[in-house]
Nanobody, 130 residues
Framework: QVQLVESGGGSVQAGGSLRLSCAASGYGYSSVCMGWFRQAPGKEREGVAG??????????YYADSVKGRFTISQDNAKKTVFLQMNSLTPEDTAMYYC?????????????????????WGQGTQVTVSS
């Protein structure tokens, strides 16, 4: 079991930045890959960013809409995943969720298949005003 708790959401003006954190606990953390998703009112939940790390480095995955603006990173020692969000726009307003998937599935589909992700945090709200 993996437990996930997000933090760092808030309200910012367009062009601003936020850094989300996801603290993980539980004995299964070392065998999962991590992703960030978001869901705006009236819209489906969508993948934003994902990360796979091993001894040789990390593989990063991003939605086209956030490439160049968002950066995902991971501190395995602290079991924490971060999402640095820069140049925010009102279209980034959503509830942001941290999620974990078996790496075997994640390496096949990245963040494209939400059903691969078995564990979810409670979400943290991001609101960007124009």
């Amino acid at each position: 079991q993996v437990q996930l708790v997000e933090s760092g959401g808030g309200s910012v003006q367009a062009g601003g930045s936020l850094r989300l954190s996801c603290a993980a606990s539980g004995y299964g953390y070392s065998s999962v890959c991590m992703g960030w998703f978001r869901q705006a009112p009236g819209k489906e939940r969508e993948g934003v960013a994902g990360i796979y790390t091993n001894g040789g480095g990390s593989s990063l995955y991003y939605a086209d809409s956030v490439k160049g603006r968002f950066t995902i990173s991971q501190d395995n020692a602290k079991k924490t995943v971060f999402l640095q969000m820069n140049s925010l726009t009102p279209e980034d307003t959503a509830m942001y969720y941290c999620a974990a998937a078996p790496c075997s599935a994640f390496l096949l589909h990245g963040i494209r298949r939400i059903q691969d992700f078995d564990y979810w945090g409670q979400g943290t709200q991001v609101t960007v005003s124009s």
